[in-house]
């Protein structure tokens, strides 16, 4: 067991999985011989060699459509997409080929996959280092969706993702990297070292994918959410004094909707908390299962707390990003009539 | 000097409908005249393989220069064999989808030696990437004809169980990748198959086609230098048949230079050959891929032929260009090709030709029938109760549900 942050904690996985299947190989920009830009790929090209571990050309297509053709042919690859925002020129390879590909032969070709891309803002990134799409890719039948909120999920969620034998897009939320960000940018961070979930074994283990985590049980209202807005969902929860029940989704494909439903069925309110842009983001997915699965259990409107439906403003990020006085308010909104 | 009005270039070709068909501005070398050039050749002497054009198979009828590959008659005979079958494959499906057996179909009339001479100069264990005009492929890897209509047909005994259009096969069986219906994504695909195939000291090697039309994709670019950072072991290949549906190669950069040469830009070897002569075409395959065997890296093939029949079955050619520009193609017809070479060898006649056409007409009849009694599109199609398998490894839970909805 050590102190790991998620860097480290992603580090970690990796490791453990370079060392345990020689199938599994690592790519990205920047990755090999400088261990990557925010350090996750770090020490294992020296470790594991080139071989294992290297640079790729600036061309995300290109890298995924490598990546799938790797998978076919019996290798696990982990590819890193630098940014988020750069996962687009891959939309093709990834949306046509690696999501369809086990479909289209009926089960005979698959390309198990693993993408990594840091998202989420609140780095002063601006528009093009600050994105959160992991709803356009839930849209996608064939892609699973991952996005830990912890070292020691990263690490035991990422195993799983690179196990899987389907494509898994795995998002890091970066302004969580470092500590459990509750929102406030003008206080210290409490480093990961210091908190409970920055205890991560050195060994191998895994976190099913498609299990969520009540991170806090609670009966006034459930309130989903997933990567950084998880430490801004509990803030909000300490700030209000109201009884949440905060639902850490983990992997929102497979959802797991079971856990959703005996929380909300329980509290009989919700609120869905997401970085990402509001309109056909995941939250509207969670609202209308939960309305179709809860109604009659319902004793307030459902609640989107979500990254308004601008670009990422560089200069208003703090205006910009859901913040646990907005969460706050939605809370004590759905708990008006009570 | 003082500036010009600017004007803006829009490539038109040179014939449209009610014109005659005119060929005149395709130069074709004579066969021979290119030496065949050794394995590490250096990049920057492959300009004259770029540009100009591999030929064995002269208007004599015989086979001359150095890229001959000396194949003997029996070989000869085999590929022969397969154009042909593959011919009467597809003139038989195009019928089915005239009477409404099958939803679409796609001919490769023309380009049949591109895919068999390619399939038999590679190793059966050398995974193929296709596009969807590659059926020959299929064929000369005497893949069973019925199993392809049966896909065709979607009926119960379609292994794609009805998920995949009707000509996009996958055969792994046959070391024939799924095809894609978006274009040009095999291509970096298949680059990585081949480092994987490298990374694990393996001695299989991966080729991958594309039409002349998809190298303006970024698939085509993300390939070729994919290929050239890793060297690769793959034979990437441009079949140029000159119509990406109704636009001419020049809308795809055709008119400023080949296909092949985009390769020179990326310290690549790129060669262009006769597409229409089986045995060019199979000695370029065959350098290729001993090329790639051999560590010598990735190779870019520009198969220059022409696609004889429409796009598929949903489009007519009559709309955009002259009607029976094919026979005033300047290469031929590759079967014709090949048998008046057979003929010329003392190796085949007449006669014999029109029993085996004969032959494989009555086989693909046989086929049809087989095919047909397990059912057609919408007679007897193959049953939906598969439809959520195989979007993952495992049924998620909402897609169980969503099964248990649709009541299947």
Redesign the interface.
């Known amino acids: 067991m050590s102190r790991m942050n998620m860097i480290q904690a992603i580090n970690s996985a990796l490791d453990n999985m370079l060392d345990r299947d020689p199938n599994v190989?690592i790519f990205g920009e920047d990755v090999g011989y400088f261990g990557g830009v925010f350090r996750c790929t770090a020490g294992l090209q020296e470790k594991y060699g080139a071989?294992r571990c290297f640079d790729?050309?600036i061309?995300e297509?290109?890298i995924l459509?490598?990546?799938?053709?790797?998978?076919?042919?019996?290798?696990r690859?982990v590819a890193e997409i630098q940014f988020a925002d750069y996962i687009y020129?891959a939309f093709?390879?990834l949306v046509?080929?690696a999501a369809?590909?086990?479909?289209?032969?009926?089960?005979?070709?698959?390309a198990p996959l693993t993408v990594r891309a840091p998202c989420g803002g609140g780095i002063y990134g601006g528009q093009t280092h600050s994105q959160s799409p992991e709803g356009i890719f839930t849209h996608v039948?064939?892609l699973?969706t991952v996005m830990p909120s912890n070292p020691y999920d990263a690490k035991g969620l990422l195993i799983a993702a690179i196990e899987d034998?389907?494509p898994v897009l795995f998002f890091e939320p970066k302004r969580i990297y470092n500590g459990p960000f509750d929102g406030y940018h003008d206080r210290a961070l409490q480093p990961w070292t210091q908190h409970p979930m920055g205890e991560v074994p050195d060994e191998y283990y895994s976190i099913p994918l498609?299990k969520a985590n009540i991170l806090r049980p609670g009966s006034d209202v459930t309130v989903i959410c997933y990567g950084t807005m998880v430490h801004v969902c509990e803030t909000a929860v300490k700030e209000t004094g109201i009884d949440g029940e905060i639902i850490d989704l983990r992997s929102m494909?497979?959802?797991d909707?079971?856990c959703i439903v005996a929380s909300v069925q329980k509290t009989g309110r919700c609120v869905v908390v997401h970085e990402a842009t509001r309109t056909s983001g995941f939250g509207a997915e969670l609202i209308a299962e939960i309305q179709e699965h809860c109604f009659y259990h319902l004793e307030a409107p459902l609640m989107r707390v979500t990254g308004w439906d601008t670009p990422y403003p560089h200069a208003f990020e703090w205006e910009y990003f859901p913040g646990p006085k907005r969460v706050g308010e939605a809370l004590a909104r759905v708990m008006e009539d009570a | 000097m003082t500036d010009e009005t600017l004007r803006l270039h829009l490539p038109e070709p040179t014939t449209r409908p009610g014109m005659d068909p005119d060929a005149s501005m395709i130069k074709v070398p004579a066969a021979g005249t290119l030496p065949k050039p050794p394995l590490d050749e250096p990049d920057d002497q492959m300009w004259d393989y770029a540009l100009g054009m591999v030929r064995v198979l002269g208007d004599d009828d015989l086979a001359v220069g150095d890229w001959d590959p000396k194949l003997d008659a029996d070989t000869l005979r085999r590929g022969l064999t397969y154009m042909m079958r593959t011919r009467a494959f597809d003139d038989r499906m195009l019928r089915q989808q005239r009477q409404g057996k099958t939803s679409f179909y796609m001919k490769c009339t023309g380009e049949e030696a591109c895919g068999v001479a390619q399939a038999m100069a590679l190793r059966p264990d050398d995974m193929l990437f296709p596009s969807y005009r590659q059926q020959s492929m299929l064929v000369a890897r005497d893949w069973p004809l019925v199993d392809l209509m049966c896909q065709i047909f979607n009926n119960p005994k379609d292994r794609l169980q009805g998920k995949q259009l009707p000509v996009l096969y996958s055969v792994k069986d046959a070391n024939f990748f799924s095809i894609s219906g978006n274009l040009g994504t095999q291509f970096p695909q298949a680059v990585g198959w081949a480092m994987a195939s490298a990374y694990k000291n393996d001695s299989k090697i991966a080729a991958a086609w594309v039409g002349e039309g998809t190298t303006a994709e970024g698939d085509f670019h993300h390939a070729l230098t994919f290929a050239a950072v890793y060297q690769a072991p793959v034979v990437l290949n441009v079949t140029n048949n000159q119509y990406a549906i109704s636009s001419f190669s020049g809308i795809a950069g055709g008119e400023q230079s080949t296909f092949a040469a985009r390769a020179l830009g990326y310290g690549l070897p790129g060669i262009r050959v006769d597409g229409n002569d089986f045995l060019a075409v199979y000695a370029v395959t065959q350098w290729a891929a001993d090329r790639a065997r051999n560590n010598f890296g990735p190779t870019l093939i520009e198969l220059y032929t022409y696609r004889a029949a429409a796009h598929s079955t949903s489009d007519d050619p009559s709309g955009y260009r002259p009607k029976d520009e094919f026979t005033v193609w300047p290469l031929g017809d590759p079967i014709a090709r090949l048998k008046k070479h057979l003929i010329k060898l003392g190796e085949w006649d007449e006669q014999r030709h029109a029993s085996l056409q004969d032959e494989l007409e009555a086989e693909i009849k046989r086929d049809l029938k087989e095919a047909a009694s397990h059912g057609t599109l919408g007679v007897r199609p193959c049953s939906p109760s598969t439809m959520f398998d195989d979007v993952f490894k495992e049924l998620p839970p909402h897609l169980r549900r969503q099964r248990q909805e649709a009541g299947l």
């Open positions: 190989l071989k790729t050309p061309a297509g290109g459509g490598m990546a799938i053709g790797m998978g076919a042919n019996g290798l690859p020129p093709d390879q046509s080929e369809r590909l086990r479909y289209r032969s009926a089960g005979e070709f698959s039948s064939g699973k034998d389907d498609g494909l497979p959802l909707l079971d």
